[in-house]
């Protein structure tokens, strides 16, 4: 167990619909990554906050946000959806912005139908 | 930018038998390296990281990985698999001063024969 929390596990929606992604970083860690793993992209990079702030942004959709609360969990909002967005979104967090480690969550499985 | 590039989407092995999994990288700057596992159904679980030190990094599950600047490599190797060694395996690659952005290779599925 990473001690990253990521929630729901799995999600089936409609395209065209709106889904929000949850994830409660370790304790202690101040930096939370959002990364997408499809079949055609592979492992992607999307956003990274920092203490509340976006800190680096990535291959990230504008129909995708993310935002961090002041207790540190942080939602991915996925609207719009597409057939192609169908991913496994995975949740990372790290101490803080040049720590050398990040831990996985599990991952939260989108289906777009 | 720095990239990642895993060689053989597949490797398939016989319990007992060397496993090696091939990363290559290009970066412009020295990189922090790292493999990640991630088991059927399971997130990414860190195997070892290279951080600018010793250029032969162990790690856990008798894992180990080397540095090779000259060949811009940084090849997983374990001697002997067992079958519960079957996952898939990334490389991934992160600048310095990059916060914890990893740029990730395709991934190598390793399946181990009885």
């Not at chain 2, 600018?52 to 698999?81: M, R």
Request: proline share 4%; charged share 15%; aromatic share 12%.
């Amino acid at each position: 167990d990473s001690g990253v929390t990521q929630t729901p596990k799995h999600l089936i929606t409609a395209t065209g619909q709106r889904v929000t992604l949850r994830c409660s970083p370790r304790s202690g860690d101040l930096s939370v990554y959002w990364y997408q793993q499809s079949l055609d992209q592979g492992l992607q990079f999307l956003i990274q906050y920092y203490n509340g702030e976006e800190r680096a942004k990535g291959n990230i959709l504008e129909r995708f946000s993310a935002q961090q609360f002041p207790d540190l969990h942080s939602e991915l909002n996925l609207s719009s959806l597409e057939l192609g967005d169908s991913a496994l979104y995975f949740c990372a967090s790290s101490v803080g912005t040049a720590s050398t480690e990040a831990f996985f969550g599990q991952g939260t499985r989108l289906t777009v139908v | 930018a720095q990239s990642v590039t895993q060689l053989g989407s597949h490797v398939s092995v016989s319990e007992g038998a060397l496993v090696l999994l091939r990363c290559n990288y290009s970066s412009s700057v020295p990189p922090y390296l790292f493999w990640y596992v991630q088991y059927p159904n399971q997130g990414l679980q860190l195997l070892l990281k290279y951080t600018s030190a010793a250029t032969l990094v162990k790690g856990i599950n008798g894992f180990e990985a080397e540095f090779k600047k000259s060949e811009t490599s940084f090849h997983l190797t374990k001697p002997s698999a067992h079958m519960s060694d079957a996952a898939e395996y990334f490389c991934a690659v992160r600048l310095n001063n990059a916060g914890n952005m990893l740029t990730f290779g395709g991934g190598t599925r390793l399946m181990v024969k009885p």
